[in-house]
């Protein structure tokens, strides 16, 4: 009886993986990095290149200076991280809380929730953000003109522009929608024993 050797083994298995289905999937990832690198890697290049009067060129980063010495850019980046970190700080204990709902327990409506964050997902920003606006602008947004109608409200509740409200766009437009989706796959591959025996394991 012929015994394979470790070489024979190695080749086979590059053999096996050199399919057209590999090819093409490596052919498409190269050319998608290509198209997404390439100009990242441009900008920052042609971020660093300064030019003289006379057309000759060196390196060095005043452009960024410039930009950096904007009046209100920095309070304008502080913003952004605020914003980032808390529409993430709310979303995440959210979409957890959903996934384990729906990937651990029999609670109703399990598929119309999957379908509203997939949804939610691919739904296009812009209108959504538009309809919000709709909705809560401060002057003409549909919900303040309504409380001032009925109610005399005379300084306008909800302000779609402001801090919490440009938060609660993250929220509902993607913010909560992609969580849900990437942690429901992880807690259904979760075995279910761990979680028998943490409950043989529970003391009370």
């Known amino acids: 009886m012929a015994i394979a050797r470790p070489q024979d083994v190695?080749?086979?298995?590059?053999?096996?993986?050199?399919?057209?289905?590999?090819?093409?999937?490596?052919?498409?990832?190269?050319?998608?990095?290509?198209?997404?690198?390439?100009?990242?890697?441009?900008?920052?290049?042609?971020?660093?290149?300064?030019?003289?009067?006379?057309?000759?060129?060196?390196?060095?980063?005043?452009?960024?200076?410039?930009?950096?010495?904007?009046?209100?850019?920095?309070?304008?980046?502080?913003?952004?991280?605020?914003?980032?970190?808390?529409?993430?700080?709310?979303?995440?204990?959210?979409a957890l809380v959903l996934a384990w709902l729906a990937t651990?327990?029999?609670?109703?409506?399990?598929?119309?929730?999957?379908?509203?964050?997939?949804?939610a997902f691919f739904m296009p920003v812009l209108p959504v953000v538009l309809g919000w606006i709709l909705l809560f602008d401060p002057h003409a947004g549909i919900v303040n003109r309504y409380l001032k109608a009925q109610f005399g409200v005379i300084e306008p509740i909800f302000n779609i522009y402001s801090f919490w409200g440009i938060v609660f766009c993250h929220l509902v437009t993607k913010s909560i929608a992609a969580k849900y989706i990437f942690l429901v796959p992880a807690f259904r591959n979760i075995s279910a024993t761990i979680e028998e025996s943490s409950h043989i394991a529970d003391p009370v």
């Not at 005043?62 to 980032?84: H, I, Y």
């Not at 109703?108 to 999957?114: A, D, E, Q, Y």
């Open 104 to 119: 651990r327990t029999d609670m109703p409506g399990k598929s119309l929730l999957s379908a509203c964050c997939w949804i």
């Open 10 to 94: 190695a080749d086979r298995s590059w053999v096996r993986l050199l399919t057209v289905q590999n090819i093409a999937c490596t052919v498409l990832f190269g050319v998608a990095a290509l198209l997404i690198l390439y100009p990242i890697a441009l900008l920052i290049l042609n971020g660093f290149t300064l030019k003289n009067g006379a057309g000759q060129t060196r390196f060095g980063y005043d452009l960024w200076m410039q930009t950096w010495r904007q009046p209100g850019l920095p309070a304008a980046v502080l913003n952004s991280f605020k914003v980032v970190g808390a529409s993430t700080t709310i979303s995440l204990p959210v």
